[in-house]
């Protein structure tokens, strides 16, 4: 299991886990216990995907080690891949206070937000990246990188050698709409994109076609043997619950993430507050404050506000320093719900709506980016419909514990069959090998969009 720990800081060069540098702080499962759960033939296929491979010297970069699916997937991600007989590395990007505000507005345009990326922005974004460059961010000769989202996504442009194979990974909701209607960002973030041998999406209607390099469908994950998503015992659920003077007693509603504008937390509230009058309930927003994030702390002041006058409204700012700690209060919130909501405006996928599901809770959640990819209205989950419409549908899960639990069982169900982390990194072993070793390349194939599973809602791709 990973080791117990007060959080993982990262080294002065922003090393997050190196077997090169014997730092190596974090760890997952042997294989055999992932069998238990997966079958021997999945992961007996999963070794025959990274027998091409082993060796290979593989780099990931993202923002943060704190917050964030991003993250989290790589606590789990990176050690998985080193068993597997690759050398994966992690790196973190140290960026100043104006950087992540930059980054954030960026983030923000790209799933919509009304606004400018102004040139002050674009200043400070290319101040730090060449900062980064000539701090020697790249300290060795990596066969493949790994850039994680728009924060770091101009790195390539500076660092890329003419031998290793650069892949950019989206984790977000890119409004296609929105590049459309702005020249100037879709010329800024297609800049930084063109060094990139490849790119990859969590959906297809994420795609932006008109980015002449193969492009990847490969949804996330969850570990299901991490310390968010292992079954908890009761008495650690109640540990949780007393801690936050929560009553088990009473039905708990629950939202879990970031304090994020595109998180809906306004939208659960409304119709927790429809609930509640027609029964006693409670209602439990729990989330932290990510280092790549400052516009979190102004959101979450913004929800204490408007809910302090609420003694059965929760909101938890759960801590990151220590994150193991962090993971099981989060996993004792979800497993303590009777209904989990995460009916944000804008998602990238929503790793905490696999997470509920993984744990049989029934979930509602809105119909927006790639969250129809694994929630099914009626079936594995229910959509947001208005907060008067959800409120009677959380009332009827709440009066009807045998559809909640059916609900919830089939949501288990689904995520078993296709989010489990060794299925979808038999994936990325896939892509890796083919742009690594040449079978696909910009020249060949700049129109490509290979997925290696048929993918739900396939038919709604219509970007670029």
Not at 266 to 289: F, H, M, N, P, S
Request: hydrophobic share 40%.
């Amino acid at each position: 299991m990973m080791e117990p720990g007060k959080g993982i800081f990262p080294l002065a060069d922003g090393t997050v886990y190196s077997k090169r540098k014997n730092f190596c702080p974090f760890s997952t499962p042997p294989l055999e216990a992932y069998a238990s759960i997966l079958g021997e033939e999945k992961i007996d296929r999963l070794q025959r995907l990274a027998q091409p491979l082993r060796g290979l010297k593989l780099l990931e970069i993202n923002a943060t080690v704190q917050g964030g699916g991003v993250a989290e997937m790589l606590y789990s991600f990176i050690p998985f891949l080193n068993m597997l007989g690759m050398e994966a590395e992690w790196k973190v990007v140290h960026g100043n206070k104006d950087y992540f505000e930059c980054t954030k507005s960026l983030h923000n345009l790209l799933q919509g937000r009304e606004g400018t990326f102004t040139p002050e922005m674009k200043q400070t974004y290319i101040c730090n990246l060449e900062d980064f460059a000539n701090a020697n961010l790249i300290d060795y000769n990596p066969g493949v990188v790994l850039i994680h989202d728009p924060q770091p996504i101009g790195l390539a442009h500076y660092l890329k050698k003419p031998e290793e194979t650069w892949l950019w990974r989206c984790h977000i909701d890119i409004e296609g709409a929105v590049i459309d209607a702005n020249p100037g960002l879709w010329g800024f973030i297609t800049d930084w994109v063109e060094p990139y041998d490849a790119a990859v999406f969590s959906a297809a209607h994420y795609i932006i076609s008109r980015w002449a390099l193969p492009k990847f469908i490969i949804p996330p994950s969850i570990d299901p043997l991490s310390e968010k998503n292992r079954e908890l015992s009761q008495e650690e659920i109640d540990r949780v619950l007393t801690k936050y003077h929560i009553d088990s007693k009473v039905p708990i509603i629950v939202q879990i993430g970031r304090f994020d504008p595109w998180k809906g937390i306004d939208r659960t509230i409304d119709t927790y507050r429809l609930v509640r009058e027609e029964t006693k309930c409670q209602l439990v927003v729990a989330g932290g404050l990510a280092a790549d994030d400052p516009e979190g702390a102004r959101i979450l002041a913004k929800v204490y506000e408007e809910t302090k006058d609420d003694e059965d409204i929760h909101v938890l700012n759960l801590q990151m320093t220590n994150r193991l700690e962090n993971w099981v209060e989060v996993n004792a919130l979800q497993r303590a719900a009777s209904v989990i909501m995460q009916p944000s405006t804008k998602e990238g996928f929503g790793l905490v709506i696999t997470e509920a599901l993984w744990k049989r809770k029934p979930v509602i959640a809105a119909d927006v980016g790639a969250i129809p990819l694994q929630l099914r209205d009626g079936d594995t989950g229910f959509f947001y419909q208005g907060a008067s419409k959800t409120a009677q549908r959380v009332l009827r899960l709440l009066e009807n514990p045998e559809e909640a639990r059916m609900t919830g069982e089939r949501g288990r169900e689904y995520v078993e069959e296709h989010f489990l982390l060794p299925d979808r990194i038999g994936d990325w072993l896939m892509a890796i090998n083919m742009t690594a070793n040449g079978a696909l390349n910009r020249k060949t194939c700049s129109e490509c969009i290979i997925s290696f599973h048929p993918w739900f809602k396939l038919s709604k791709r219509g970007r670029g």
